[in-house]
């Protein structure tokens, strides 16, 4: 039952993507409110769907590639829609809502089973860590999207082929802001993130940091969004850079939520995640 | 420019070089590249292992630049260093100078510092400076923080801040990775991290570290007393436990039972749960009793090992079969006795009695076979961890300094106008978060000039 609402969740996210898209072309209201509501009802049921997993498995339900990717959609969605509750940006939906699609629909076609609990992942702070990263991802996505929006509305506005439409867009000042606005958040979760996992290493494995590729990937990333916050702060990086940045940054990420396991050999392996 | 380059001393640019910013994005972009090198290449791996994978010359030279064992590597930690001295140096340049900026905050409100505000606004009162000052300094007072009021010049200015806590955000973040540092380097320096295998029922006093070249001696002795594994119906493990003794001085001190996520710690030094395995083979267990019962010895009899005993002669166990002539498990054992020829029989398990009626002088009764376990341990010290975490607290601390709190100053000037009126300016900054401010800044004008109405 659990397993069929998270996956049904992707059809949610889907028409709630082309409601945005919809909106973003002709720019109307209601299109985008229907994406909302879409997108709402998706988290809920989303949402429901983790909670009975939870007493069904008896353990925090994010742990193999299907849940892995299941959560990650969930957390976007849900930190997408905590933004536009916050600063009204019904069209940063078009960019956003495609990849909780892509993220859910790609756990849809995975194995979605409760599997057997490996004794490493017996722990308090699975939920900690796992929960504070995967929101910490989220909100980097919602960077992501941002930045993305950013260089193509640029893009637009220098060969002054831009409709109608992108004059009653957000103006690239309140994309950037978005930008900040998701560092500034993204970088203590990522860090918190980091900081637990490494609580929890040297209770599982005796050392808080053992230059696992995981660990060194987390680290990567850290590395890259810190250097967007200094040239942000000190330099005068805005705009275009730290959109290119955020760009690079959510690459990273990506590499270290999914490449680090299906490529790299590592502690954090615990199960075939491929499978 | 060109002429304060000019004159500038090899110092000053060394100090210049240092205090940079630029330096530390680079850093921090030139760490984050090098750093995927260690995790394409697996690290620490025996070099029969490399030599399959890569060319004898590429091996040669990714050896050279320690490439497989990379973060531990000279240079490595000298950009650690680098990294380390550039923030050190910054932070020595820019503190104080914000620490007098905090500590003198400039409480008047010049028309100089006037211009620099966005916030602003303005506005006329009938009445006197000292009652309206008084007014407005309650007001801010009660929707914003105490004014410091500066009279000069027969002007009054009214000075308010929140949230200077702010400005050290990034200083309390920066002390934290050195903080960090230091924790690291501590445990590199005089702590060590180990692996032991001990079989159950064994125990040992040293382990070998840093892959195994030295020996660390523990200063006590670690006993595992059983080890019991756990599985889920499919046979996947679901829990594994140890059973552990601290022997100390000649006695027990501490004994637990210690999983995955539950290590045993003792005088600083850490025993993680982290593997286990099967001890060598399989061995039999016979019991061997005199038939005129003055004697008894349990004899755990490994595949054909020869087991003497006293008076007697050589036991050994040389197959097992697990139902016998349809009888249940049994071994077949050979007992040689000086001077006759070996005998050969079969053993049921639990049926001492069967034996009883061979005749000899000793009876052996056949226990099972036992296997016993072993558990992988990692053994650990660690003196600088603690060190670790309170740098990872202060930086979640600064992080949030940073980032959440937002240093936000109010003025109000109060100057008596020529038409006989106060001249009220009410200006206001934030060096984050600026549209929050905005609201609030609104609010305050409105409170502020409701005040005394």
Known sequence: MHTVLLKVTALFYLVGALAYLHFIFTLNERSAKVGRMLLLIGVLLHGAGFVARYFVAGYTPITSLFESLSFSAFAIVCVFLAFELRYHLRVLGAFVAPLAFAFSVSAAFLPGEVRALAPALNSYWLPVHVILLFFGNAVFAVAFGAAIMYLLMEKELKTKKMGAIFKRLPSLDVLDDINYRCMTIGFPLLTLGIITGSIWAEYAWGSYWSWDPKEVWSLITWLLYAALLHGRMTVGWRGRKAAILAIVGFCSILFTFLGVNLLLPGLHTYTNLSG | MADEKRTLSPMDRVWNFFISVKLAIVTLIVLAATS????????????????KIYEDWAFALMDRIN?????????????LVLFTVNLSCCTIDRFPK????????RTKLDENLEKTLSLADRWKKKGTLPEWAGKYGEALSASFAKPKVTEVDGQVHLYAETGVASRFGVYVTHLSIIIIFIGAILGNVLGFKGYVNITEGESVTKVPVRGGILMQDLGFTVRCNAFSLETYPSGQ?????????VIDGGRETVRKTIV???PLQYK???FYQSSYGQAGGATARVMAARKDGTHEDMLSLAPNEPVPIDGYGIVRGVNYDQNFQGNGPALQV????????????????????LDRQRADSMIFSFGG??????TGLQVAKDPGVNIVWLGCTLMVIGLIMAFFLSHQRVWVRLAQGADGRVEVVLAGSANRNRLAFEKRFEKLQTGVKAAGQ
């Open chain 2, 334 to 353: 050979v007992v040689e006795k000086p001077g006759q020829p070996a005998a050969s029989f079969w053993l049921f398990q639990g049926r001492a009695d």
């Open chain 2, 369 to 374: 076979l036992s296997s016993k376990m072993f």
């Open chain 2, 36 to 51: 995927i090198l260690g995790t394409i290449i697996e690290q620490n791996q025996p070099p029969e292992k490399y030599h």
């Open chain 2, 98 to 105: 914000m620490l007098k900026v905090v500590r003198n905050p």
């Open chain 2, 237 to 245: 493990p679901k829990a594994y436990k140890s059973d552990l003794s």
């Open chain 2, 260 to 262: 995955v996520n539950d």
């Open chain 2, 67 to 79: 490439l497989f064992d990379m973060y531990h590597s000279v240079w490595f930690l000298l950009m």
């Open chain 2, 268 to 270: 600083g030094i850490w």
